[in-house]
């Protein structure tokens, strides 16, 4: 079993809708919990992080994290073209894991 | 400023061959680390480093090696290249091992024939 799990998708929306991309984890370990954007041929950013449960909102961005549940979400609000990326959830303890990142198209 | 620098962009090997992919970074931060980046798999850690001289095995460290002489560099060797070492590897650093934002380079796109 992986570590951080996460749905490659692909997902497709029309522009406006809202989003949601979830991944669960197994260590409970984790402390930092991250959402990384990456655009075709470039290396992620991080787009957002949260410390311990809680939510956290920057814009149209919401990142949720349950650690009961070991489950983190993340929300995008009237979804644009530009926010068509793959989005990496990420996590750290000793060092950081990734999960497998979904690819979200947004159509005009 | 930079940031995270590697070279190449690209390169096609044959099996067997060896070569170092490089990593340089301008930000003074002590944590480096290498990933690769697989269809499904997201960004597998291969190795890392805490500091100058030091450095640890990842999720994924067999066949390749690293050393770290200098804080700025973080070079990635492939001993004998095999097809499965066909990935995007990324160099990335942070402020701190524990740090939440890892800063990574563009990316070294490798085949291996």
């Known amino acids: 079993q992986k570590e951080v799990e996460q749905d490659p998708g692909p997902l497709s929306v029309p522009e406006g809708a809202i989003v949601s991309l979830n991944c669960t984890y197994s260590n409970s370990a984790f402390q930092y919990f991250m959402w990384y954007r990456q655009y075709s041929r470039k290396g992620p950013e991080l787009l957002m992080y949260?410390?311990?449960?809680g939510n956290k909102e920057d814009g149209r961005f919401t990142a949720q994290v349950d650690k009961s549940s070991k489950y983190i979400s993340l929300f995008i609000r009237d979804s644009q073209p530009s926010d068509s990326a793959t989005y990496l959830c990420?996590?750290?303890?000793?060092?950081?894991?990734f999960g497998a990142g979904t690819r979200l198209t947004v159509k005009p | 400023n930079a940031g995270v620098t590697q070279t190449p962009k690209f390169q096609v090997l044959k099996t067997g061959q060896s070569m170092t992919l490089q990593c340089a970074q301008d930000m003074n931060h002590e944590y480096m680390s290498w990933y690769r980046q697989d269809p499904g798999m997201g960004l597998r850690l291969i190795h890392y480093s805490v500091g100058a001289g030091i450095t640890d095995q990842g999720e994924v460290p067999n066949g390749y090696n690293v050393s770290r002489s200098t804080t700025e560099d973080f070079p990635l060797r492939l001993l004998s290249a095999a097809p499965s070492q066909t990935s995007v590897y990324f160099c990335?650093?942070?402020?701190?091992?524990?740090?939440?934002?890892?800063?990574f380079g563009q990316g070294t796109r490798l085949t291996v024939v």
């Open positions: 949260t410390y311990s449960s």
């Open positions: 990335a650093s942070n402020d701190g091992a524990a740090s939440f934002e890892a800063f």
């Open positions: 990420a996590m750290t303890s000793n060092d950081m894991r």
